[in-house]
Structure formats: C-alpha cells, structure tokens
C-alpha cells in the first residue's frame, strides 16, 4: 500500500472513531476536549480551538483548545457577526493564509508568540442551524488546500453531532436529577396524607387520595380534638406541581397548628379568619386555597363547619341529598373577607362526602366529564354501605365512566357514616 493510501486510510479510520464520541455517554466538556485533540491528529496540523454559539447573546465563546497555551484559550468571546465567523456560518471554508498580515485577525500579538500562521475556520452545523466554529492553525503560510478543506468539514460534521449529542445527554443527566428530586418530594407529600382513616367511636370513616402527578395541590386531613370529635380538612391549592405542593405543605401544616383544639361557632370563625390571613400573606397573584372544614362530634351527633370556596360537602340522608355550603370565599384572595359557620344534627345512617374537584373533573375520551350528578347518583346508591365500600364504589363508577383517559388533576374523597352516638 502507497504512503498516500496509508495516510488516507488513517485518517479514515480516525473520523471513523469521532463517531464513538456521537454514540458515548460523556460530559460536554470531555467532548469538546477530545474533538480538539482528535482534529488536530486527523488533519495534521499544530492546534485547534473550538467556540461555541451563545444564542442569548449571539457570542462564540473559546470552550476548548489542543496545543495552544492557556493564554491563548483566555481570549474574549467573538460575535457571530465577526468577518471570519459570519463566513464561516454562511458555508464557507475561510482560509487565512498569513495570520499575521490579515487585518481580520484581532490579536497579532497573540498569534506571534502561539506562532501561528496559517488558519482554517469551518462552522458547525446541525441540521442546518450553526452552533459554533472549528479552526485549524499551522505554523506554516499557505497550509490548507482543498484536501485540507474538505477534511476539515468532515471533522465539523462529526463534531457538530457529537456536541450536540453530549448537550443532550447532559439535559438529560439533568431531567432525571429533577425527576428523582420530584419524586422523593412526591413521597413526602404522600407521608403527609394520612394513609389510614382514624377510628372514632360512632363514626366510620374512609379516604383515598389519588395523585394525578407525583406532585400536588390536594391535601386531606384528620384533627382530633378529643375522644369523640375529630376535624375533618379537606383542601385544593389551586395550581400543579412543584409550587402547588409547597403551598399544600405549608398550608397542611398552618391547619394543624390553628386547628387543635377548636371547637364551636365563634372557635371556627377565628379559624377560618386566621387561616384566610395567613393564605393572603403566602399565596402569589393568581394562587387561592379551596377548603372545606369541619368538625364532627360524635357524642352530640353534630357537625359544625364552613366551605372555603370550596365544592360542597354533602349529607345524604334517606335518599335526600343536601349541600353543606355556608361558608364564604377561597382563601387568599381578600383579607377581610367573612365566613358563614354552618351546623347540622345529624341521625343515624347519615353520610358524609366530602371530595376535590378532581373527583367530579375526569374526563373520558370524549373529552366528557363524569361531573358532579353522576357522582352523587352513585354515592346515594351506596350510601347505605359502610364508608369504605361507598369510596371503592365511587372510584369504581369513576373509572368505568373514563376508561384509560388521562387524568389531569388529584382526587381526594372522604365518606363518613355515622353509626349513633357513642
């Protein structure tokens, strides 16, 4: 095989191996490193500098250099709209055969002491979208003929592939960091609803919350006051993801904190006003808290409460359905805004649903939501149930109205079923 054959055939070979740089899980920076070293080797030439395109700011900053001093790598950015740079996104091969002669050249001194003379800049493309610029230098006039050329643009294209690749995977090294980051949020969100339903002598009780991201606004809790009254909170900061869950979090622990203890007409109004100032101070423009409180004693049968905004609770009695609306607005909105406290007695076999909007809000693949009437139809068919079997009945129906469609909001459900007094 001739001298020139050998030559070709190496080179061949080492573009070959710029494609385990496109294909490799490494770091930006370890790309760049080793596409500069590389260029240098297929092309024969003294060093290389890599720049890279700041969109933002339409500068090339130098993020990568083989065989030119730290000096040299420290140059300012260039703008795209450099003679040499603006050519080189145009398509061109810019050559400049004496380096230190050509006034496109800023810096002469640096060149004399690198003791560059010959340049070649090529762009960097993918998918017809420059992203920076390669340049060959030589210590010698004249250096790069077509031969040159050419190769150098085969070495831009494998560069450009393999930077691009290296971008993406370290966008991706990121996303699972975020994922992971949500995830273990999501768990501590989910610690924080309780997993069982308290036993309270008189009264059966059931919950499910079903997050629809692993991050959310919905929130239920269980407050107990005593050995026969307990609160019951349930509540839908408005918004999705990270921010919601932050908001519930706070909020959940801002209704514990108030809540102990409170008890009658006058302790809940205070409740609900301190509880209304607090979500006005923390909630940002277009940030609200829906909720619905109650207090239910089982020794006298009665439930005192108030709706926040929020979707009515309901008493199913006999077949009858009433809403527990007294209340007044969401929460966060205006400081000195008034709560309505609603009380009712209540019987025995009465039931108790409480429920966010989520429940009522899941569409199926028609895009029809399953809505507030199917959900009470099917509660009073079941209400005669105990309370755990009137929420797996309700999901139940749910699911079957939706089949496999997307939901885009969290369910939180609570039934209560009242038994006689303790």
Not at 19 to 47: M, N, P, W, Y
Not at 250 to 270: D, H, L, N, P
Not at 275 to 296: H, K, M, P, S, W
Request: glycine fraction near 8%.
């Amino acid at each position: 095989m001739s001298k020139h054959k050998e030559q070709k055939y190496d080179r061949n070979q080492q573009l070959y191996q710029l494609t385990t740089l496109v294909a490799g899980e490494f770091s930006l920076q370890e790309v760049l490193d080793k596409l500069a070293k590389a260029a240098v080797e297929i092309a024969g030439v003294k060093a290389c500098s890599i720049r890279l395109l700041d969109e933002e700011s339409g500068q090339l900053e130098m993020q990568s250099t083989y065989g030119l001093s730290k000096a040299y790598r420290n140059q300012p950015a260039v703008s795209k709209t450099d003679a040499v740079v603006s050519a080189a996104f145009a398509g061109q091969a810019v050559v400049l055969d004496d380096m230190r002669l050509d006034n496109r050249v800023k810096n002469k001194q640096a060149v004399l002491q690198e003791g560059l003379v010959s340049q070649l800049t090529v762009a960097m493309q993918y998918k017809n979208t420059a992203i920076g610029v390669i340049r060959l230098y030589s210590p010698t006039a004249k250096r790069f003929e077509d031969e040159g050329i050419s190769l150098a643009r085969a070495v831009a294209s494998q560069c450009a592939v393999a930077i691009t690749n290296a971008k993406l995977y370290a966008k991706a090294i990121e996303n699972a960091h975020i994922a992971e980051q949500i995830r273990l949020a999501g768990l501590l969100q989910r610690r924080m609803i309780p997993d069982k339903a308290p036993s309270v002598e008189g009264l059966d009780i059931a919950a499910t919350y079903i997050p629809c991201f692993e991050v959310g606004g919905d929130f239920y809790d269980f407050i107990r006051i005593n050995d026969s009254t307990i609160a019951v909170a349930i509540a839908d900061v408005i918004g999705k993801g990270v921010p919601a869950a932050i908001m519930m979090s706070f909020f959940r622990a801002t209704v514990r904190a108030y809540g102990q203890g409170t008890t009658g007409t006058e302790g809940m109004q205070q409740l609900m006003r301190m509880l209304n100032q607090t979500a006005c101070a923390e909630c940002r423009d277009g940030e609200f808290v829906t909720l619905f409180y109650g207090i239910i004693d089982a020794k006298t049968n009665i439930i005192t409460y108030c709706n926040c905004g929020h979707e009515p609770s309901v008493l199913i009695r006999d077949g009858r359905l009433t809403d527990l609306d007294k209340g007044g607005l969401v929460l966060g909105v205006r400081e000195d805004a008034e709560y309505e406290i609603g009380s009712v007695r209540l019987e025995n076999n009465d039931c108790l649903l409480f429920y966010t909007d989520g429940l009522i809000d899941a569409p199926n693949f028609q895009g029809q939501m399953w809505g507030r009437n199917n959900l009470l139809k099917t509660a009073k068919m079941f209400s005669g149930h105990c309370a755990d079997h009137i929420v797996k009945n309700i999901l139940r129906y749910r699911r079957r109205f939706v089949g496999l469609a997307e939901q885009i909001d969290d369910t939180s459900i609570i039934a209560v079923k009242v038994k006689g007094p303790a």
